[in-house]
């Protein structure tokens, strides 16, 4: 009898699983999404050209870097998103210009998104530092698979029907424009970004539509420097909304001598964030992030993962005295 009640209970648990599973599939499909559409990022302070066009150019170097995030690991549909950045200092229109190419591939569920985004920001001293204004201008193309929903159903013959949402495989592109501003002083930091201002939307077939909601971002940094002068406190914060919903980032990080460093945040009703990391000598810089989750989705993953790498070098190869990237300074 005991043997039996247990099959009933893992039964029912199961069918709870899928239920959950099922919710959160249609909520975060791109047809019916009220909430945030962007990839969720746990090391912004360096990852700040993703969204904000502003930063082109700011560090005075030319700039490479990689980041690789797993999402809610072990939840079947979870995201993964790779991040390309690439930008440097340059003299297009004036003496401080900045340019920056952004490349985002983001997988989630049936949906598969690559967004390619051209930078530019025009840079100008304001009081004790310099204000970057920047423009964005990329394209991206959305992938749909409605068979793929099928592999995270443990129902058989599972079919989910809406009249918004595809039967089969649909694809589009949509044209995506963006703005953004960064403050950079020597001890603190604040950045303000918009991006999908254009809010382009996608129709397929003849009642599927997706739009792109206008996002908002803001941030910013403060550098405490302590008695020993190779030891630094770094308060920061990100916030983002899309007028609807809205996540926030509390983070603080302890650096050693500008190159090594480690901190604890915490990303309301959501998560507890863990980095740390490493700039050398040569350029390279590698930083990790781990997510405990803290949500109701905490019982159903592993936490999230989030790799960074690197790679910086000075535009006047003449000068050979050591560097460090200013926004670490």
Request: proline share 2%; aromatic share 14%.
């Amino acid at each position: 009898m005991n043997y039996e009640k247990t099959n009933i209970n893992d039964s029912i648990r199961q069918i709870l699983n899928n239920a959950i599973l099922l919710l959160l599939l249609i909520n975060i499909s791109i047809f019916a999404a009220k909430a945030q559409q962007d990839p969720q990022f746990s090391q912004n302070r360096l990852n700040q050209l993703t969204v904000n066009p502003g930063f082109a150019g700011s560090s005075g170097l030319i700039n490479f870097s990689l980041l690789n995030r797993y999402q809610w690991v072990g939840f079947p549909g979870a995201p993964v998103t790779i991040v390309f950045n690439a930008d440097a200092s340059a003299h297009l229109i004036g003496k401080n210009d900045g340019i920056g190419l952004s490349v985002v591939n983001d997988v989630i569920g049936f949906e598969k998104n690559i967004s390619f985004g051209l930078n530019y920001s025009w840079r100008t001293k304001i009081g004790n530092g310099i204000l970057g204004s920047g423009v964005s201008l990329g394209l991206m193309n959305k992938n749909l698979d409605m068979s793929e929903i099928n592999r995270w159903s443990d129902f058989d013959n599972f079919n989910l029907t809406d009249p918004g949402l595809p039967q089969g495989k649909a694809t589009g592109v949509l044209v995506d424009v963006g703005a953004g501003f960064y403050y950079q002083c020597k001890n603190f930091d604040l950045a303000l970004s918009a991006r999908h201002l254009n809010q382009p939307t996608l129709l397929f077939e003849e009642t599927g539509r997706y739009s792109l909601r206008r996002h908002y971002y803001m941030s910013g940094s403060y550098t405490v420097q302590m008695a020993d002068e190779r030891f630094e406190v770094l308060p920061s914060f990100f916030f983002k909304t899309e007028t609807t919903t809205w996540q926030a980032d509390l983070n603080m990080t302890v650096q050693y001598d500008k190159r090594i460093w480690g901190g604890i945040g915490y990303r309301v009703k959501d998560a507890i964030i863990l980095t740390f990391g490493t700039e050398l000598w040569n350029g390279i810089k590698f930083g990790y992030a781990y997510d405990i989750s803290t949500s109701s989705l905490s019982r159903y993953n592993a936490g999230s993962h989030e790799l960074f790498l690197a790679y910086s070098v000075l535009l006047n190869k003449k000068r050979t005295h050591k560097y460090r990237s200013v926004r670490f300074l």
